[in-house]
């Protein structure tokens, strides 16, 4: 099997982005449900960042602009 091809920075961003985009549509209503795979396929895509470093970055703003947008109330 050939080793996946590394995932450069600046297109982790974009899927990063087009990831919480749609895990917010997602939850706006049923209609929405099927965004629910475009998130984790952009989730399983952000896992080939390029270095460890970019990888823990690239995970905690994406699990920041997914969770802080939900406990906005506090």
Not at 31 to 40: P, T
Request: one cysteine or more; aromatic letters at 16%; charged letters at 15%.
């Amino acid at each position: 099997m050939a080793a996946a091809e590394k995932l450069a920075l600046r297109r982790a961003v974009g899927w990063i982005l087009i990831g919480a985009a749609a895990f917010h549509l997602a939850f706006a209503g049923s209609a929405w449900s099927f965004c629910v795979g475009i998130y984790l396929a952009a989730l399983v895509e952000v896992t080939r960042i390029e270095s460890k470093r970019a990888a823990f970055y690239s995970g905690l703003i994406f699990g920041l602009l997914i969770f802080v947008p939900k406990v906005a109330f506090f």
